[in-house]
T-cell receptor
């Protein structure tokens, strides 16, 4: 049973560019959340998708957008990259009807903006 | 607003010694509480969770945590630390989702555990 998979594992971009990160949830899960983890910090919630809609959003600018597909996989898009966007981006999946279903995290995508 | 404080940035213990990592949270209702562990370059692995019921919860790898509502704490403990426990530990708080959403987590800044042989 595959867990949460993210691609790519590492990415280097230049300021001003755009980037797309991808996530496949754990089998059976229907909700995907994205978190940003800056160096030396705890993860911060970006947004959550369920039924292909953004359901909750953290304190991130509109440059951060996402999408969820019918197969529950998800993409995170970041436009007009800034140096401060360099971080580990973590995808987490869960089952919304589980009530007390814990989040399962992928290994993340390390984004470096130069 | 929900928040988590992990007062200890870095803790060093000897292998075989006991361990307690502190976590204090702020949340307006009954919280969901979690401890995750992260090895370098890796994602987060769930150690244990509290949703309701018994306030002493058991997790994987011999870890346990106790929810103390009066102290807004959820400290992580292990009676005997192994060298492989060296990692960063994150406490997180969330609450029941609503309106077609699941809960979101607020994490502390983490505690880095070093284990001396």
């Amino acid at each position: 049973d595959a867990g949460v998979t993210q691609s790519p594992t590492h990415l280097i971009k230049t300021r001003g560019q755009q980037v797309t990160l991808r996530c496949s949830p754990k089998s059976g899960h229907d909700t995907v959340s994205w978190y940003q983890q800056a160096l030396g910090q705890g993860p911060q919630f970006i947004f959550q998708y369920y039924e292909e809609e953004e359901r909750q959003r953290g304190n991130f600018p509109d440059r951060f957008s996402g999408h969820q597909f019918p197969n529950y996989s998800s993409e995170l898009n970041v436009n007009a990259l800034l140096l401060g966007d360099s971080a580990l981006y973590l995808c987490a999946s869960s089952l919304i009807t589980g009530g007390s279903s814990p989040l399962h995290f992928g290994n993340g995508t390390r984004l470096t903006v130069t | 607003a929900q928040s988590v404080t992990q007062p200890d940035i870095h803790i060093t213990v000897s292998e075989g010694a006991s361990l307690e990592l502190r976590c204090n949270y702020s949340y307006g209702a009954t919280p969901y509480l979690f401890w995750y562990v992260q090895s370098p370059g890796q994602g987060l692995q769930l150690l244990l969770k509290y949703f309701s019921g018994d306030t002493l919860v058991q997790g994987i790898k011999g870890f346990e945590a106790e929810f103390k509502r009066s102290q807004s704490s959820f400290n992580l403990r292990k009676p005997s630390v192994h060298w492989s426990d060296a990692a960063e530990y994150f406490c997180a708080v969330g609450g029941r989702g609503s309106g077609g959403s699941n809960y979101k987590l607020t994490f502390g800044k983490g505690t880095l555990l070093t284990v001396n042989p």
